[in-house]
Nanobody
Framework: QVQLVESGGGLVQAGGSLRLSCAAS????????MGWFRQAPGKEREFVAA?????????YYADSVKGRFTISRDNAKNTVTLQMGSLKPEDTAVYYC?????????????????????WGQGTQVTVSS
């Protein structure tokens, strides 16, 4: 079973930046679709960003983070990163890394949790006002 491990969460003031990273436990694991979701207290988990394909140029973002967050992947290191800027208190949540099991395709919507097969344990991001 592949495990995803997130790192980089923490406490930051509004307007600040944080960088989240996600690595797979198996170096041979490669996923065509990787994404980030988040869950704020009392709310359902929601889509944040996704990167599709190996070039890293095909990215998607939730409207709430568009222009502030950037998702990228490093194929050599088999990692995916979420660079978060201009952070707001409403960005406070547990952030989860997710990956689809297939290495050259996927089916379903990259906005949907159901499309992802592997999940990290989550990392807390807290933005103070």
């Amino acid at each position: 079973q592949v495990q995803l491990v997130e790192s980089g969460g923490g406490l930051v003031q509004a307007g600040g930046s944080l960088r989240l990273s996600c690595a797979a436990s198996e170096r041979t694991f490669s996923s065509y679709l990787m994404g980030w979701f988040r869950q704020a207290p009392g709310k359902e988990r929601e889509f944040v960003a996704a990167v599709i394909g190996w070039s890293g140029g095909n990215t998607y973002y939730a409207d709430s983070v568009k222009g502030r967050f950037t998702i990228s992947r490093d194929n050599a290191k088999n990692t995916v990163t979420l660079q978060m800027g201009s952070l707001k208190p409403e960005d406070t949540a547990v952030y989860y890394c997710a990956a689809n099991r297939w290495s050259n395709t996927y089916s379903g919507s990259h906005y949907s949790e159901d499309t992802y097969d592997y999940w990290g344990q989550g990392t807390q991001v807290t933005v103070s006002s």
